[in-house]
């Protein structure tokens, strides 16, 4: 095996250890929802449109125009223990992760496993889907294929890799919320600026459905 470690002391690299990495993104797919506000949501958006209105100084005379709160919550699905070891948790500023190229994305934003207690970069390279919905009142369904990495070496070797990961996920949501918050009245969104929110969590669940938590 050669050895990548190539320190400036040892003089310009040979031909065989010099790479031209390319990252190849599909465009996505999506689709607008209608769906149920947990009840968490239904309060905090609640609150925040009381303070808001309350900030203009004009109280409950004022008709609401963000969008209907649904009074009932879904019931959330008990988490698969199976699905544990694809359960990573996340602390990443959504409009910051938006800036980034999808190369910086795939480089620096890992999750850390719930089960292993390490951080890791890597899915499987299959489509997945995503659901964006808070602070939303219609929510979008993003459908991500794998993203290619090509590799060209200076003795004129080429391979390409089809790749899914924590980074590109996260990277096509941020670019997904910047969309939706150019045309906030359409998707309803009822609390919070794009600057607010930060990737909490993210779910692997079978057959390639990716849950993701938001927060703010």
């Known amino acids: 095996m050669t050895l990548l470690n190539w320190p400036p002391a040892k003089g310009e690299k040979p031909p065989h250890l010099q790479v031209k990495r390319t990252y190849e993104a599909p465009v996505p797919s999506r689709a607008d929802f209608d769906f149920r506000q947990p009840r968490h949501a239904v309060e905090e958006r609640r609150v925040i449109l009381s303070a808001a209105l309350d900030h203009h100084g004009q109280g409950d005379a004022v008709e609401e125009k963000i969008g209907a709160s649904i009074p009932r919550a879904g019931r959330v699905a008990p988490i698969p223990r199976r699905t544990l070891e694809r359960d990573f948790r996340l602390n990443h500023h959504v409009a910051t992760v938006g800036t980034l190229t999808l190369e910086q994305a795939d480089e620096l934003l890992h999750g850390c496993g719930a089960l292993v207690r390490r951080l890791e970069r890597d899915l499987a390279p299959r489509p997945v889907s995503v659901d964006i919905v808070y602070p939303l009142s219609v929510g979008v369904r993003l459908k991500l294929r794998p993203f290619t990495v090509v590799e ?59 849950d993701l938590w938001v927060g703010s």
């Open 152 to 210: 060209e070496w200076g003795d004129g070797t080429r391979s390409e890799e089809k790749r899914m990961s924590v980074g590109y996920v996260l990277w096509s949501a941020a670019r997904e919320y910047e969309r939706i918050y150019l045309d906030w009245a359409k998707y309803k969104v009822w609390g919070h600026g794009l600057e607010d929110l930060v990737f909490e969590r993210l779910l692997v669940r079978p057959r390639g459905r990716l």
